[in-house]
């Protein structure tokens, strides 16, 4: 069964339609690249599936359950998180007090919670399982403030994976970074195959062709093609959409080239 379905998405800014009659399937556990040129509408489907904004027409059925109505708080409690967004790092707090905040969060632990110093340690060591699993256990005891631009993404990541999401929203995780750190970022996405599903958004070919179990391509708030990394790069609208008919597409890093352009 499909962890997500989008049924007929269509989202309208006046006359511009930014999402057309957009239907997918997301499956449990796959990392779902969606690509497609500026203005496609992928940061406006985005917005939908995480309740950010709502559909004009269509709906979102999540882990069996209509979540069309269903505020996006509603949905981070059902295990639909998004990152950069819902997560707000405390820039005073050291990196293991940040994802501590963010597990309480979840568990909704009260006053209660604190009273007990077992469950203390436990909350200490599971924070401390994460700052590992972000690839920052030796910056545990850092201020967040004190953390380099990569090193802050992959916090927000880990204040996210916390929230101990079905599925997880990348929109454009290596924006901003350099090479060394998207290296580390895409490392990280890596960690998560099998653990949550990913719809991940990102300009960077190489990291999407790396990443992704699947690819859609949003072109014009349409899709035009879904399928795996092989299948995309031969497909023949995807060329036309990116490259012209003329150009090989087999080197992923030339559809970045044209994408960003
Ligand atoms: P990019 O890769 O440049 O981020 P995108 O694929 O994420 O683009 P969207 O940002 O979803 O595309 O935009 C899709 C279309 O909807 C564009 O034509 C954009 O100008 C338009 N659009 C997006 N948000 C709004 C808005 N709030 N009001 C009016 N038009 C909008």
Request: charged share 20%.
């Amino acid at each position: 069964m499909s962890l997500l379905q989008l049924q007929g998405m269509v989202k309208r800014y006046g006359g511009l339609v930014a999402t057309n009659d957009l239907s997918l399937d997301i499956w449990p556990n796959e990392i779902h690249a969606i690509i497609g040129p500026n203005g496609a509408g992928k940061t406006t489907l985005i917005h939908q599936i995480s309740g950010t904004i709502a559909p004009n027409q269509g709906k979102i059925i999540f882990d069996g359950v209509d979540i069309t109505s269903v505020s996006m708080h509603g949905r981070v409690a059902m295990g639909l998180a998004r990152s950069y967004q819902i997560t707000n790092i405390f820039q005073s707090l050291s990196v293991v007090d940040n994802l501590s905040l963010a597990i309480q969060a979840r568990t909704g632990s009260s006053m209660r919670f604190w009273r007990k110093a077992i469950d203390e340690h436990a909350l200490y060591v599971e924070a401390q399982t994460y700052a590992a699993q972000i690839g920052l256990a030796d910056k545990a005891q850092t201020q967040a403030s004190a953390l380099a631009h990569g090193e802050q993404r992959q916090l927000e990541l880990g204040l996210t994976l916390a929230t101990q999401p079905k599925l997880l929203l990348l929109d454009e995780p290596m924006a901003g970074t350099g090479h060394e750190e998207s290296g580390k970022m895409l490392e990280l996405i890596q960690t998560l195959r099998g653990k949550a599903a990913v719809i991940l958004i990102e300009h960077d070919m190489d990291a999407v062709f790396k990443l992704a179990d699947r690819i859609s391509v949003l072109v014009a708030g349409r899709i035009i093609a879904t399928g795996d990394a092989d299948y995309i790069r031969q497909h023949p609208e995807v060329k036309k959409a990116y490259l012209g008919d003329e150009v090989s597409v087999s080197d992923s890093s030339t559809i970045n080239a044209q994408d960003a352009a």
